[in-house]
């Protein structure tokens, strides 16, 4: 077996975070990614969630940087499993005294969207924006966040896929509605181990007796 390159460390204690990840990586590109990846969320920069803002660039005409590219690869075509590394990371929150769960805390559900230009992108379609409060061409992704009066984490996340994506539209086997995705990931929360005394929502869900059933049905 070829003997693993040495990555360049991340920043500061970052680094030891960084390197209980290492196993899930087959490559040292990936590595340094998910290093690069990790700072530029963590660093004190605006608009966190575009590229050239994560790799330390300007806007727009950053976008060919080599760091940007180098970023945009890892996170669209490099080929790690991410529901392995957010396991990975639960499982280290839930091992860390300081942010364990335990039965005095709150699982809560929510959805947010991004306005997204075209067509392409997966998941696109128009819908209501939380972001920018109505209705919109963008992505909508239903998640879940464990809190207590000290801490909150985010658990899971999926994105919501408009009807019109499937052939039968909302009548599609594949179709799921952002009360069932929502459902979903409260029972994936509680097979994680993050154990609450209550499930939170605003009324968008919590006024369906579909979605209060099916955590009723999940146990929670």
């Not at 490099?78 to 805390?105: I, K, M, Y």
């Not at 097979?191 to 929502?201: D, E, F, I, T, W």
């Not at 009324?203 to 929670?220: I, K, P, Q, T, V």
Request: with cysteine; net charge neutral.
């Amino acid at each position: 077996m070829t003997k693993r390159l040495p990555c360049p460390p991340a920043p500061g204690p970052l680094e030891a975070y960084a390197a209980c990840f290492d196993d899930l990586f087959e490559t040292l590109a990936q590595r340094r990614g998910f290093r690069e990846y990790l700072a530029g969320l963590l660093l004190p920069r605006d608009r966190n969630k575009t590229l050239t803002c994560l790799a330390g660039t300007e806007p727009v005409v950053g976008a060919q940087h080599a760091a940007v590219q180098r970023l945009q690869f890892f996170l669209s075509e490099s080929t790690w499993d991410h529901h392995q590394v957010n396991g990975r990371r639960l499982e280290l929150l839930l091992a860390d005294p300081a942010t364990a769960p335990h039965g005095s805390g709150e699982l809560v559900i929510d959805d947010s969207g991004d306005r997204t230009s075209g067509t392409a992108t997966a998941h696109v379609g128009k819908q209501y924006l939380g972001s920018v409060g109505k209705i919109d061409r963008g992505v909508v992704t239903v998640t879940t966040c464990w809190a207590d009066e000290r801490v909150y984490y985010p658990v899971h996340a999926c994105p919501y896929t408009p009807a019109h994506h499937f052939p039968l539209g909302k009548t599609d086997p594949g179709f799921r509605s952002k009360l069932q995705i929502a459902v979903a990931l409260a029972a994936q929360a509680k097979a994680a181990g993050l154990s609450c005394r209550a499930v939170a929502a605003d009324c968008a869900y919590g006024d369906h007796d579909s979605f209060r059933a099916g955590l009723h049905a999940a146990g929670l």
